[in-house]
């Protein structure tokens, strides 16, 4: 704690605004990689299969009970879909759609957050940088011909550590943000799959299946 505390001294005030980024930057990233893990089914062919079983045994309300206990928003479409398994299947794409629509913001929040810092914090490094070299030019101007060498060098590698800094957050946050993507892009694709095989087996069977639609007006849990 102590040597950090230092190199943030020697790296300026530009050095700061980085490590706050930072604390922000992780921040976020716990949040996001809590909330991906939480959305992700770990078997989603076992969850579809214990749906479909109570289907064929015609309680829906076990079905979207099932998907009520389940988080994330596969179970969300599921449910989507059974709440309207007695009407066209139009009706139940449409309803899958528009679950879909109202889920991918929630799983790509904060995203954008961890690309602006991927692109700012080099930026942000290289000005602590150049800031710091022209605190050195001064020093040597005002210090005549001769500068020591040694006084120029601890300078130089002080004025270095903000862009050390800046890439360093860049790398984590870029790393970050292209980690989430694959596991959202997973998380649609088990979306994606699910949707189709309970649209498909509800329109197959028919089933009349009551009180199917009794929680229409209810939103699933987020």
């Not at 939480?38 to 062919?45: E, K, L, N, P, Y």
């Not at 079983?53 to 988080?71: H, Q, T, V």
């Not at 011909?145 to 060098?153: Q, S």
């Amino acid at each position: 704690m102590h040597l950090l505390l230092q190199l943030l001294i020697w790296g300026g005030p530009v050095t700061w605004i980085i490590f706050a980024l930072a604390v922000v930057t992780l921040i976020f990233t716990i949040e996001r990689a809590f909330h991906l893990h939480r959305a992700q089914i770990d078997d989603v062919r076992e969850f579809l299969r214990g749906i479909i079983n109570a289907l064929r045994r015609g309680n829906a309300l076990e079905a979207i009970s099932i998907c009520d206990e389940a988080p994330g928003p596969v179970a969300h479409v599921l449910r989507a879909a059974i709440t309207r398994c007695d009407r066209t299947r139009a009706d139940m794409e449409q309803a899958v759609a528009e679950t879909c629509l109202s889920e991918v913001p929630r799983l790509q929040r904060h995203l954008k957050v961890l690309l602006v810092v991927a692109h700012l914090a080099p930026m942000l490094g290289l000005l602590g940088t150049v800031i710091g070299m022209i605190g050195l030019f001064q020093k040597m101007q005002a210090e005549g011909a001769f500068v020591d060498v040694t006084t120029m060098a601890g300078s130089i590698w002080e004025a270095l550590i903000s862009t050390a800094a800046g890439l360093g957050l860049a790398i984590f946050a870029y790393a970050a943000y292209q980690f989430f993507l694959s596991r959202i892009e997973s998380i649609l694709l088990d979306m994606e799959k699910a949707s189709s095989e309970i649209i498909y087996f509800l329109a197959e069977h028919r089933l009349p299946l009551e009180n199917a639609d009794a929680d229409d007006g209810k939103s699933p849990p987020a």
